[in-house]
């Protein structure tokens, strides 16, 4: 994770027509897809012992198909302390035991298939966790030796190498460096690490780092994964002679960002993905400010796709809006690259909640506890955005649990905070736990569902409120969060319109609205303004919210409409 400016090209005609897909790209399923993210500790609990799991996710299939999803990205599954929720990884081949076993894993990816649903492994290229074998083994072996070559390890400066190597700060706050000690307790070499102590750097210039995610790839490809969501997929290489950050770095200036000698790697790995009969695609974590050298990575023999963070931190504001979406499809169009569109995932604030606030766009260093929230607005706004992005070309990720419309869990005692960004913080940054409650799938049972009634409680306690949220309370309202997720994907798989059609912008409409055509006769209006604006023509498929009469759209609300 990174911090997030605004994209930066700011030349891009807002009211541009842009082709969303052609004829060669109507069979590569991805271009049009609709991703949910299970995180899967919280996702569903089969085993009764608190932690979700994959027992839980197989018995929810039914669930996820008949929400209308195209794939699942699963967060990482495999053995791990869990130190960073999962993203420490100690054996990429093997699943963590509180998850399930390998055999449940690809039992999961072959019934999931049978429903129609594709599976897409998360992979962290980055670090390892310092339980990996090959950390301990770099750890139990001297400086300089091959063991250690694989990480960065390095003498520190000063006087007896007490000062860090540099002074690079960590996206969890805080140092990058650790200090070793040797055999003999006398203080040794130190060790990067872009995140947590506990998630040792790959040094991305060894030929085993690269040979072995070539085989931990092909390993989750045969076993059916459809691909790969790429995890901090900008950071892999460091600049050798470890200078300091530069106050402005110009493009592939950074000394551990965006380097140039990522493109390299992901063309290889494409190269993988091409070889299957049925290609795998990759997806990427790339959170970079500059829309072209974003984009860099989505160039045909390189990433599928790339989460479109840029939008997902944009406030709710119609012309931050329409000028995030002009700009990414601007900027996706010369690669022919997919956009993508995101709410939410598992490092940031649930939309409900961040719709709902006086800031409502998103940024790391901002979250702090005690911020005013509006719920019911934030719903509202919420709503409509699902609306919004649903019309818009190119792919959808749906986190879980915002098809519930689940707030992030403010309130967490703090002595369940698990997340290390809370901890390096000082304590002063909630960190991410608040949207990684287990889920309520019941309004019955001690954990609302997540688990069997009376086991284990969750390893995150749920708000009492969360039974009225529950899957079965929504399945029974017509006005639920979750009926308009169900009514809006089916529309979205049926409508050929919001398949391939063409984005028109509507030029006349009012300044408060973010509205367009797709195709011949499909609008999407988003009236963000305080007074109702005009329906647009045609029969109304689709509203997030009740309309005042019929011809008019009340503030927050976001209707599909076809002539
Ligand atoms: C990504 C993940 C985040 C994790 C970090 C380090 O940003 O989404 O959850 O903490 O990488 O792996």
Redesign the pocket.
């Known amino acids: 994770?990174l911090t997030l400016g605004c994209m930066t090209t700011t030349s891009t005609p807002v009211r541009a027509s842009v082709q969303s897909t052609d004829a060669r790209h109507a069979t590569e399923w991805w271009r049009h897809a609709v991703i949910y993210q299970v995180y899967p500790r919280s996702f569903a609990d089969g085993n009764g012992d608190g932690t979700g799991d994959l027992a839980g996710a197989r018995a929810r299939l039914p669930y996820l198909e008949r929400l209308g999803v195209d794939a699942v990205w699963f967060?990482p599954w495999y053995v791990s302390p869990l130190a960073?929720?999962g993203?420490d990884v100690a054996d990429y081949r093997a699943i963590d035991p509180r998850f399930g076993t390998l055999e449940e894993a690809e039992a999961f990816i072959r019934e999931a298939l049978a429903r129609g649903i594709r599976t897409i492994v998360d992979v962290?290229p980055?670090?390892v966790s310092e339980q990996h074998p090959w950390f301990r083994a770099a750890l139990a072996a001297r400086p300089g030796s091959p063991e250690r070559a694989r990480f960065w390890f390095h003498p520190g400066k000063g006087p007896g190498g007490a000062e860090m190597p540099t002074r690079w700060v960590s996206?969890f706050q805080g140092s990058t460096w650790t200090r070793t000690t040797d055999p003999d307790g006398t203080p040794g070499e130190w060790y990067l690490h872009l995140?947590s102590a506990e998630?040792p750097d790959l040094n991305w210039d060894h030929p085993d780092v690269r040979r072995e995610h070539e085989e931990i790839l092909r390993f989750w490809f045969d076993r059916g994964a459809a691909g790969i969501r790429i995890?901090?997929a900008a950071l892999l290489f460091k600049d050798p002679a470890l200078p300091e950050v530069p106050q402005r770095p110009g493009p592939g200036e950074h000394p551990h960002v965006d380097r140039d000698e990522l493109h390299d790697v992901y063309r290889s790995w494409r190269a993988i993905a091409d070889s299957y009969a049925d290609p795998r695609v990759l997806v990427g974590?790339v959170w970079l400010p500059d829309v072209e050298r974003f984009t860099r990575f989505l160039r045909p023999d390189e990433m599928h796709t790339a989460f479109n963070f840029d939008f997902m931190a944009r406030p709710w504001d119609p012309a931050d809006l329409r000028e995030s979406i002009a700009t990414t499809l601007a900027a996706h169009a010369p690669v022919g690259a997919t956009p993508t569109w995101v709410l939410s995932?598992?490092?940031v604030t649930r939309p409900v909640t961040r719709y709902g606030r006086a800031d409502s766009s998103f940024a790391f260093a901002r979250k702090r506890f005690g911020v005013p929230t509006d719920l019911a607005l934030g719903t509202r706004r919420a709503r409509a955005a699902a609306l919004l992005v649903a019309a818009l070309p190119g792919a959808l990720y749906v986190y879980q649990g915002d098809e519930l419309g689940l707030p992030e869990v403010e309130d967490l005692p703090r002595g369940v905070i698990e997340d290390p960004m809370h901890f390096r913080s000082g304590g002063v940054d909630p960190g991410?736990d608040g949207c990684r409650v287990p889920i309520p799938w019941t309004r019955a049972g001690s954990s609302f569902g997540f688990g069997p009634d009376g086991a284990a409680a969750p390893w995150l306690p749920q708000p009492a409120a969360w039974r009225d949220l529950a899957v079965d309370a929504q399945e029974a309202d017509p006005a639920s969060m979750l009926r308009l997720y169900r009514d809006l994907l089916r529309l979205r798989r049926d409508l050929p319109e919001l398949a391939d059609g063409e984005l028109t912008w509507l030029d006349d409409a009012p300044a408060d609205v973010v509205a367009f055509r797709r195709g011949a006769g499909l609008t999407c209006l988003v009236n963000l303004g305080a007074a109702p604006v005009p329906l647009p023509d045609g029969e109304v498929l689709l509203a997030s919210g009740p309309l005042t009469d019929d011809h008019t759209v009340p503030t927050d609300t976001a209707v599909w409409t076809r002539s």
């Open positions: 994770m967060t960073d929720g993203y962290v980055n670090h996206d995140f998630q995890d901090s974590e995932n598992h490092d991410r």
